[in-house]
T-cell receptor, first 113, second 116 residues
C-alpha cells in the first residue's frame, strides 16, 4: 500500500531534550516536506527536499533540522525543543512536486513541556 | 510571498448548502486546493482547480474561482453531519518545468459545524 508513515504518532518531552520524528515513504517520491499545524494558523512548511542531499528552508525553519540521506526517509530533528514547538507535524511526499499529487502522513502530535 | 486567508468558522443546518470562502494573493500560475481534516485525522485532498479554470464540479462539491478578485469558494450541497470537519484552502505556485517543489501554502482552516 502506498503510504507515508511517521513515528512516533504522539510524543511528550521536556525542553532541551533532542528528538527526531521519522518520516518514510514507499512510493519512490523525490519531493518530501515537513509542515506544522497550529490552531488558527493552518499548516506552515518547515523544510522541504527535492531529492537526496537536497533540502531547503520553508516558511518556519527556525529550531528545526532535516536530512535526506536516502530517498525514502526525511527525518525532522529538534536539537533543543522549546514549548513553542508544541504542535501537530505532518510529513508529505510527491513524485514531481505538484501539490495535487501530495501524500500526507498521519501526523505526529508533539508536546514540549 | 503567497498568502491564503479563510474565515475560521461556519455553522450550517443538515441538508443546507455550505459555502466556504478563501482569498489568495499570488497571481502566478497556480493550483488551488481544498483539503478536509476530520478530528484526529490527517489531510484528505477533496478537489483542486488550476488557475486557468473558473469552476469545477465533483458530485456534491463545486469549486468556483474568481481570478479577478483572487477568491476561491467551496460549495458543499446537501451538507451532512459527516461533513463536519476543518476545511483548508491551499495554493501551490507552478514554476517552469511544471513543479511546485512540493510546497503548499495553506489558509488558517475553516471549522464547519453541521447541526442536525
Amino acid at each position: 500500500e502506498a503510504q507515508v508513515t511517521q513515528n512516533p504518532r504522539y510524543l511528550i518531552t521536556v525542553t532541551g531534550k533532542k528528538l527526531t520524528v521519522t518520516c518514510s515513504q514507499n512510493m519512490n517520491h523525490e519531493y518530501m516536506s515537513w509542515y506544522r499545524q497550529d490552531p488558527g494558523l493552518g499548516l506552515r512548511q518547515i523544510y522541504y527536499s527535492m531529492n537526496v542531499e537536497v533540502t531547503d528552508k520553508g516558511d518556519v525553519p527556525e529550531g528545526y533540522k532535516v536530512s535526506r540521506k536516502e530517498k525514502r526517509n526525511f527525518p525532522l530533528i529538534l536539537e533543543s525543543p522549546s514549548p513553542n514547538q508544541t504542535s501537530l507535524y505532518f510529513c508529505a511526499s510527491s513524485f514531481s512536486g505538484k501539490g495535487n499529487e501530495q501524500f500526507f502522513g498521519p501526523g505526529t502530535r508533539l508536546t514540549v513541556l | 510571498g503567497e498568502d491564503v486567508e479563510q474565515s475560521l468558522f461556519l455553522s450550517v443546518r443538515e441538508g443546507d448548502s455550505s459555502v466556504i470562502n478563501c482569498t489568495y494573493t499570488d497571481s502566478s500560475s497556480t493550483y488551488l486546493y481544498w483539503y478536509k481534516q476530520e478530528p484526529g485525522a490527517g489531510l484528505q485532498l477533496l478537489t483542486y482547480i488550476f488557475s486557468n479554470m473558473d469552476m469545477k464540479q465533483d458530485q456534491r462539491l463545486t469549486v468556483l474561482l474568481n481570478k479577478k478578485d483572487k477568491h476561491l469558494s467551496l460549495r458543499i450541497a446537501d451538507t451532512q453531519t459527516g461533513d463536519s470537519a476543518i476545511y483548508f484552502c491551499a495554493e501551490s505556485i507552478v514554476y517552469a518545468g511544471g513543479t511546485s517543489y512540493g510546497k503548499l501554502t495553506f489558509g488558517q482552516g475553516t471549522i464547519l459545524t453541521v447541526h442536525p
